[in-house]
């Protein structure tokens, strides 16, 4: 008995702390023409807890930093613009929430990586609504954990790769969410390193110079219901294990070293459910073992997949393939992966028993992919007569093309 | 307007400096940035002050995006180091540098595309200079190839929460 009253008062008595702390915390307002007219004056003289309100106009502030916990809030169209000089905005502070205002003109250097919005060793951070423009970085996380990076639109009109860095870099940070941003005109549009636990769902990465999305030594991470079109080299991610990369749209990267996605050393990862249409090489594997790659959908790509020879126990069933110059392309002999079940639009086989699948096994790769693969300038005898004949050869008497690489149920409907 | 003759003399000197410039044949090629790949990680080659390059006696060059990758490269195929030379970029200057006659530093601060902060100098005193500003260690072309790529644990042991 005597033990549960002091369980009630101790709760009252943190609750009416708790409650009290809440109802003292301040809000600062800050305009243009107030009494109060910088954000960093704000910052100055608000306590632990509170909120400062900034309300419509430009201030020109640079290295605004908030050091202690605090809710920064836009009005309008506020906007901080750091003049191209250094930092704009540095978090180094638990706790902080910046919501609906806008930082814009970081400097630029090469060797400090200037950022819009620099995080650094804080946790429980929320950035929201945020609008980034022609910054060097963007939103820049460092050592920095517990954060939510939600519905900001970041964007850089760098027109050169040296002056240009990333929109969204994360950089040693664990339990970061990443969901419903824009990114563009950036170097990568998301890049992150030395990462893990980090979601990245629902994101638009489009027009940047180098890649769409790029991370490296970034475990147990996910990404899905992302858009990563357009950029200049695709997507590339390296050096990682037990990735998810569901419902993703990759598409629309042409070059000759643009994909839709690279993987180089990925290991024990998902691919599932992805759309790669419309790129220079849809899906490209190079040291990368034991991924499972299934119900994605491969259109109208000049490569689908490149499989490269060291790539060993992958795994691709259930996947539409329509319309792609070249179904698989490898560069080797040998195979160490599995292909069934998947539909191919190339596939010219029947299906006498009637059991879905066509009876006897397709061959992905074409003799002239493998052509292409050792001499890149044969591409230009792509549609002659000649070369469809040896393909069809081929098929029959496979000599030069890997003839363990095949799906030996093939589809003869696409996989809805 | 200009004339024939001019034309002739424009092509034949324009010539002799092809020719000239494909007879050194162990001399940097030039780097198409945001278009050339990595030829040991794949990532399209970005900065001037990081990019590497081996030219082979034949000419031919094999591009890399960074100090790191260079050294993984060479350390993998182990080719005869006399027919070929590798070229690394002055970091303050990015003018190309002989990686035999370059100063290496791992800075602690820098960060150089596959993370490792590995940048050349040209000079000793260049090196040193840089250090006195940036932390960050002279280290030994043998040191550097001595790297592994850092594997994952190690780095996330480095988070300083």
Redesign the interface.
């Known amino acids: 008995m005597f033990k549960k009253i002091l369980i009630i008062t101790l709760s009252t008595l943190a609750s009416i702390l708790v409650f009290s702390g809440v109802l003292s915390a301040q809000n600062w307002v800050v305009s243009p023409k107030g009494n109060l007219n910088s954000v960093t004056e704000a910052i100055a003289k608000a306590s632990s807890g509170d909120t400062i309100t900034i309300t419509e106009g430009v201030y020109f502030e640079t290295g605004v930093v908030v050091d202690k916990p605090l809710t920064i809030i836009g009005e309008g169209k506020a906007i901080i613009d750091g003049q191209e000089d250094g930092f704009v905005v540095i978090v180094r502070s638990d706790s902080v929430t910046l919501k609906n205002f806008e930082i814009h003109n970081s400097g630029t250097s090469f060797i400090d990586d200037y950022a819009g919005l620099l995080v650094e060793k804080s946790q429980n951070v929320v950035l929201d609504g945020l609008t980034l423009a022609d910054n060097f970085f963007g939103i820049y996380l460092s050592q920095s954990a517990n954060v939510l990076i939600q519905n900001n639109t970041i964007t850089a009109s760098g027109l050169k790769e040296t002056s240009s860095g990333n929109g969204v870099h994360l950089w040693y940070s664990k339990n970061v969410h990443v969901q419903n941003n824009t990114v563009t005109g950036h170097r990568d549009g998301f890049y992150f390193e030395f990462v893990e636990e980090v979601e990245v769902v629902n994101n638009l990465s489009h027009n940047n110079l180098r890649y769409g999305l790029h991370f490296m030594f970034s475990n147990n991470c996910s990404y899905s219901h992302n858009e990563i079109s357009n950029n200049g080299a695709g997507v590339a991610v390296m050096y990682t294990s037990k990735v998810k990369i569901r419902n993703n749209n990759f598409k629309d990267n042409w070059g000759s070293a643009a994909y839709g996605l690279l993987l180089k050393e990925i290991n024990e990862s998902e691919i599932v459910d992805n759309n790669f249409s419309n790129n220079s090489v849809g899906l490209y594997m190079e040291s990368s073992n034991r991924n499972n790659i299934f119900d994605n959908t491969f259109i109208q790509n000049g490569w689908a997949i490149k499989l490269m020879a060291n790539s060993m126990d992958n795994v691709f069933t259930d996947n539409n393939f329509f319309a792609n110059t070249f179904e698989v392309t490898t560069n080797s002999k040998q195979n160490f992966n599995l292909f069934e079940a998947n539909y191919w639009s190339h596939y010219e086989g029947y299906d006498l028993d009637k059991d879905g699948f066509g009876d006897v096994p397709h061959r992905p790769v074409r003799l002239f992919s493998v052509v292409v693969q050792k001499h890149p300038q044969a591409l230009i005898l792509l549609r002659s007569t000649l070369i469809d004949l040896l393909d069809a050869t081929e098929k029959f008497l496979p000599v030069i093309t890997p003839d363990k690489l095949i799906d030996a149920k093939p589809r003869m409907r696409e996989k809805l | 307007m200009f004339n024939q003759q001019f034309k002739n003399k424009f092509f034949i000197a324009l010539a002799a400096v092809l020719i000239a410039v494909s007879a050194c044949s162990n001399k940097p090629h030039e780097i198409h940035?945001?278009?050339?790949?990595c030829a040991h990680?794949?990532?399209?080659i970005?900065?001037?002050?990081f990019a590497t390059q081996i030219v082979k006696k034949t000419g031919k060059a094999f591009k890399f995006d960074s100090i790191e990758c260079l050294a993984a490269y060479t350390k993998e195929q182990q080719p005869k180091a006399t027919d070929q030379t590798l070229w690394v970029p002055d970091f303050a200057t990015v003018e190309w540098v002989n990686a035999n006659d370059a100063f290496f530093v791992k800075s602690e601060v820098?960060?150089s595309p596959?993370?490792m902060g590995l940048l050349a100098f040209k000079s000793n005193e260049a090196a040193n200079n840089h250090i006195n500003q940036?932390p960050g260690k002279i280290i030994s072309w043998n040191e550097l190839t001595g790297f592994e790529?850092?594997s994952?644990s190690e780095?996330?042991n480095?988070?300083?929460?």
């Open positions: 940035f945001g278009s050339d790949e990680c794949k990532m399209v970005m900065d001037e002050e820098i960060k596959m993370g940036y790529m850092k994952h780095t996330m480095m988070m300083k929460h």
